[in-house]
C-alpha cells in the first residue's frame, strides 16, 4: 500500500518509557522523520533519521529504524506529562508522507 | 512562534457561505503547504506552492481554492462546502520544494454546518 502506518494511542505511566512505532512504505526514502503536535498547536520536527542510519539518539529521544522491514520506532526515556501530545511519522518520497498520528497520554 | 501564523484560528461556516483562510510566514521560505488534518487519519496535502507557483494538487475537489499572491501568503478559499470537510487545515512552509524541515502553523479550526 501507499500508507505510512502507526497505531492511534499509546498510554504510559510517567517515568516509563515511550515506544511510537512506525511503518512505512517505501524503501527509497532519503529520510524518515518524527513530528510532534501539542495540543491547540501545529507539527513540529522532533527529529529525523537518514536512511543508512540504524539509530539516531538525541537526549531522552531514540530513533531505530529497519530498513529491511521499513519499520520506524521513536522511544522516549523518562516520559514526562509534557511529552503528551499526537507524534507523526513521516517518510520523504519528493514530499512528505505522514501517517495517522499516535496519541500519547502520560498519566501522573 | 513557528514564524507561520494562520487566521483565523477557528471558522463556522454554513454549506452555502465562502470564507477564506489565510497564512502568513516570516521565514523567507520559498515553499507552501495546505495540509488536512481529520481525527484517525493522515495528514492529507491538499496544494503545494513552490516560489508563488502551483506545483501539486492532490485531486483536492473544486470547492477549494487556493491563491499565493507573493511569497509570504498564501489563501485558501472556500465556497459550498460539505460538513465532511470540517477538519484542522494547517499550513506549512519550507526551504526548497523537496527534502527539509516543514515549518507549521497552528491552524485554523473549520466547521462546516
Known amino acids: 500500500g501507499e500508507d505510512v502506518e502507526q497505531s492511534l494511542f499509546l498510554s504510559v505511566r510517567e517515568g516509563d518509557s515511550s515506544v511510537i512505532n512506525c511503518t512505512y512504505t517505501d524503501s527509497s526514502s532519503t529520510y524518515l522523520y518524527w513530528y510532534k503536535q501539542e495540543p491547540g498547536a501545529g507539527l513540529q520536527l522532533l527529529t529525523y533519521?537518514?536512511?543508512?542510519?540504524d539509530m539516531k539518539q538525541d537526549q531522552r529521544l531514540t530513533v531505530l529504524l529497519n530498513k529491511k522491514d521499513k519499520h520506524l520506532s521513536l522511544r522516549i526515556a523518562d516520559t514526562q506529562t509534557g511529552d503528551s501530545a499526537i507524534y507523526f511519522c513521516a517518510e520523504s518520497r519528493g514530499k512528505l508522507i505522514f501517517g495517522q498520528g499516535t496519541e500519547l497520554s502520560v498519566k501522573p | 512562534e513557528t514564524g507561520v501564523t494562520q487566521t483565523p484560528r477557528h471558522l463556522v461556516m454554513g454549506m452555502t457561505n465562502k470564507k477564506s483562510l489565510k497564512c502568513e510566514q516570516h521565514?523567507?521560505?520559498?515553499?507552501m503547504y495546505w495540509y488536512k488534518q481529520s481525527a484517525k487519519k493522515p495528514l492529507e496535502l491538499m496544494f503545494v506552492?513552490?516560489?508563488?507557483?502551483?506545483?501539486e494538487n492532490n485531486s483536492v475537489p473544486s470547492r477549494f481554492s487556493p491563491e499565493c499572491p507573493n511569497s509570504s501568503h498564501l489563501f485558501l478559499h472556500l465556497h459550498t462546502l460539505q460538513p465532511e470537510d470540517s477538519a484542522l487545515y494547517l499550513c506549512a512552509t519550507k526551504q526548497g520544494a523537496n527534502t527539509g524541515e516543514l515549518f507549521f502553523g497552528e491552524g485554523s479550526r473549520l466547521t462546516v454546518l
Open positions: 506552492y513552490s516560489l508563488e507557483e502551483r506545483v
Open positions: 533519521i537518514f536512511s543508512n542510519m
Open positions: 521565514l523567507g521560505h520559498n515553499a
